[in-house]
């Protein structure tokens, strides 16, 4: 039985850590991350302990050590101090799998098919087609007003995270305050140069605003609050695919002829991941230095890189065989209930399993264990059903089958990648150098400024007003040291760049 305290019901941001780390005690089990010298930070603060006394008989973790120990590394302190996400058995260039990308311009297609399919050679195109789609759209289930796009504040950091989330669409990664090309190539950006896409992001957003579809509850709502609005169709833009497929995506919408698939912008190159060989450092798991009893936390953490723990370990997985799927002689089904929890949004699982609906029940760490397409050794298929050929059969619709008239292709990904419309980041265990405290400071001044104008910027009342708050930024931003903090970010970055060519064997 987990007792999960988060950040998006905690006050958001680095809140939750801040408050936890001053009180000494992040949790028993710590999943945060281990980049930009977070994890020595952790050790050297004493707030989470080396796992080496614990290690003994732990034979799913002794599978994935080679990664355990990379990711160790990055502390100068002897011990096994965290184990990465997303770990992967592949290529570090091989996309990581699954049949969406983590970006693009996830819409209402059921909308977009009766507009005539426009098409959208850049992402400023986009506005008008969502104008019209907002005009048509009426109310939500509940009656509730429709917006175009409905933003929140949870992943905010460096700066704003939904401006920052088109780059994605354009192939670019970043690096705080530098983005870069997911291929390695080309030049690195400052993201409050002008030209960035970061600015790009932000002009977007305003001009949306302008135009009345930006949902004005955006500034105070949470990531909960939003995703229940994705739920009842409030929501006409996806920025996240697995965002409007979870939640808007069900069987109840799909049947009435709705949903949300990817249009395409013309000019889009959206970054999807390579595999990570040595495991993904953005979020690690760990034991904190509190914990009563280690011992058990360890064995927690070896479980849940079992193949039962995988399967069940993470909300689109595969969940338990003989109840939500069977192997049958062409591969693995979904059985009744598989299929009300993976097709049609929920489903109730038997007592033994709780009792609960497969939502409440599944498990909630958020926490990718391992790649999308990894495989299963008990199966010999990817813990992700949707991956099944006999998954594609079945969740078939009216929606998607015209969708992929439309595009001339199954999925998203193959779509993409077909078409020249990708770009792959290999995936690589990098962790920018850990900032001088000198540093550390102005970034945390830099961030405030840079995150408050921006949200101010997009909600502002007119164009004058925008690029008030855009010089404001900048002129404010740079006063308080931006330039530094953004060249150790620059050659962070660069060191990123050479970390993909190398992988890519360039």
Same mark, same amino acid.
């Given at each position: 039985e987990l007792n999960i305290i988060a950040p998006n019901v905690a006050g958001g941001g680095d809140t939750l850590f801040q408050t936890r780390s001053a009180a000494g005690n992040l949790g028993d089990i710590v999943l945060y991350s281990a980049q930009g010298g977070k994890l020595q930070d952790l050790v050297t603060a004493g707030l989470i302990q080396d796992m080496t006394p614990y290690m003994d008989g732990q034979e799913n973790l002794e599978t994935y050590m080679d990664a355990i120990e990379t990711t160790s590394a990055l502390v100068e302190e002897d011990g096994l101090w965290a184990v990465p996400s997303e770990v992967s058995t592949r290529s570090a260039t091989e996309p990581l799998g699954g049949t969406d990308p983590n970006s693009g311009a996830y819409i209402r297609w059921d909308l977009y098919k009766e507009l005539g399919y426009p098409e959208m050679e850049t992402l400023e195109d986009l506005l008008p087609v969502l104008k019209d789609m907002q005009d048509?759209?009426?109310?939500?289930?509940?009656?509730?007003?429709?917006?175009?796009?409905?933003?929140?504040?949870?992943?905010?950091?460096?700066?704003?995270?939904?401006?920052?989330?088109?780059?994605?669409?354009?192939?670019?990664?970043?690096?705080?305050?530098?983005?870069?090309?997911?291929?390695?190539?080309?030049?690195?950006?400052?993201?409050?140069?002008?030209?960035?896409?970061?600015?790009?992001?932000?002009?977007?957003?305003?001009?949306?605003?302008?135009?009345?579809?930006?949902?004005?509850? =955006?500034?105070?709502? /949470? #990531?909960?609050?939003?995703?229940?609005?994705?739920? *009842?169709?409030?929501?006409?833009?996806?920025?996240? @695919?697995?965002?409007?497929?979870?939640?808007?995506?069900?069987?109840?919408?799909?049947?009435?002829?709705?949903?949300?698939?990817?249009?395409?912008?013309?000019?889009?190159?959206?970054?999807?991941?390579?595999?990570?060989?040595?495991?993904?450092?953005?979020?690690?798991?760990?034991?904190?230095?509190?914990?009563?009893?280690?011992?058990?936390?360890?064995?927690?953490?070896?479980?849940?890189?079992?193949?039962?723990?995988?399967?069940?370990?993470?909300?689109?997985?595969?969940?338990?065989?003989n109840v939500?799927?069977?192997?049958?002689?062409?591969?693995?089904?979904?059985?009744?209930?598989?299929?009300?929890?993976?097709?049609?949004?929920?489903?109730?699982?038997?007592?033994?399993?709780?009792?609960?609906?497969?939502?409440?029940? =599944?498990?909630?760490? /958020? #926490?990718?264990?391992?790649?999308?397409?990894?495989? *299963?050794?008990?199966?010999?298929?990817?813990?992700? @059903?949707?991956?099944?050929?006999s998954y594609s059969e079945l969740n078939s619709n009216p929606v998607l089958e015209d969708w992929q008239e439309h595009m001339g292709a199954t999925n998203t990904s193959e779509f993409i990648n077909s078409n020249g419309e990708a770009m792959t980041s290999p995936g690589i265990s990098f962790a920018p150098e850990a900032d001088s405290t000198e540093i550390a400071t102005l970034r945390s001044q830099v961030n405030s400024v840079i995150v408050e104008n921006s949200w101010q910027a997009v909600f502002a009342s007119s164009e004058e007003e925008f690029n008030q708050y855009i010089d404001t930024m900048v002129e404010t931003a740079k006063g308080l040291g931006y330039d530094d903090v953004f060249a150790v970010d620059k050659a962070n970055a660069e060191a990123k760049q050479a970390a993909w060519q190398a992988a890519s064997g360039e």
């Amino acid at each position: 039985e987990l007792n999960i305290i988060a950040p998006n019901v905690a006050g958001g941001g680095d809140t939750l850590f801040q408050t936890r780390s001053a009180a000494g005690n992040l949790g028993d089990i710590v999943l945060y991350s281990a980049q930009g010298g977070k994890l020595q930070d952790l050790v050297t603060a004493g707030l989470i302990q080396d796992m080496t006394p614990y290690m003994d008989g732990q034979e799913n973790l002794e599978t994935y050590m080679d990664a355990i120990e990379t990711t160790s590394a990055l502390v100068e302190e002897d011990g096994l101090w965290a184990v990465p996400s997303e770990v992967s058995t592949r290529s570090a260039t091989e996309p990581l799998g699954g049949t969406d990308p983590n970006s693009g311009a996830y819409i209402r297609w059921d909308l977009y098919k009766e507009l005539g399919y426009p098409e959208m050679e850049t992402l400023e195109d986009l506005l008008p087609v969502l104008k019209d789609m907002q005009d048509m759209a009426g109310t939500s289930d509940s009656g509730q007003p429709v917006y175009a796009i409905s933003l929140f504040k949870d992943w905010d950091g460096a700066y704003m995270g939904n401006a920052g989330a088109f780059s994605a669409w354009y192939g670019y990664d970043a690096v705080n305050f530098a983005m870069l090309k997911a291929d390695g190539t080309g030049e690195i950006q400052d993201i409050l140069s002008e030209d960035s896409e970061y600015m790009r992001g932000l002009r977007f957003l305003f001009q949306a605003n302008q135009m009345g579809l930006i949902d004005p509850e =955006s500034t105070t709502q /949470n #990531y909960d609050t939003l995703t229940g609005k994705y739920a *009842d169709g409030s929501v006409i833009l996806g920025l996240f @695919p697995w965002m409007s497929a979870t939640y808007y995506n069900t069987d109840a919408h799909l049947s009435e002829g709705k949903g949300m698939y990817m249009a395409e912008i013309k000019d889009q190159t959206i970054r999807q991941w390579g595999c990570y060989s040595e495991g993904n450092t953005e979020i690690v798991a760990m034991v904190g230095s509190k914990a009563q009893d280690p011992q058990r936390m360890v064995d927690f953490l070896d479980w849940l890189y079992s193949p039962e723990g995988i399967a069940s370990g993470y909300t689109r997985y595969c969940g338990p065989e003989n109840v939500l799927y069977t192997v049958e002689d062409d591969g693995p089904v979904l059985t009744d209930l598989g299929k009300q929890c993976f097709i049609e949004g929920d489903g109730t699982m038997p007592e033994e399993y709780g009792g609960s609906s497969w939502q409440d029940g =599944s498990c909630q760490l /958020n #926490y990718k264990i391992v790649s999308s397409g990894e495989i *299963d050794p008990r199966t010999g298929y990817p813990y992700d @059903p949707t991956l099944w050929e006999s998954y594609s059969e079945l969740n078939s619709n009216p929606v998607l089958e015209d969708w992929q008239e439309h595009m001339g292709a199954t999925n998203t990904s193959e779509f993409i990648n077909s078409n020249g419309e990708a770009m792959t980041s290999p995936g690589i265990s990098f962790a920018p150098e850990a900032d001088s405290t000198e540093i550390a400071t102005l970034r945390s001044q830099v961030n405030s400024v840079i995150v408050e104008n921006s949200w101010q910027a997009v909600f502002a009342s007119s164009e004058e007003e925008f690029n008030q708050y855009i010089d404001t930024m900048v002129e404010t931003a740079k006063g308080l040291g931006y330039d530094d903090v953004f060249a150790v970010d620059k050659a962070n970055a660069e060191a990123k760049q050479a970390a993909w060519q190398a992988a890519s064997g360039e």
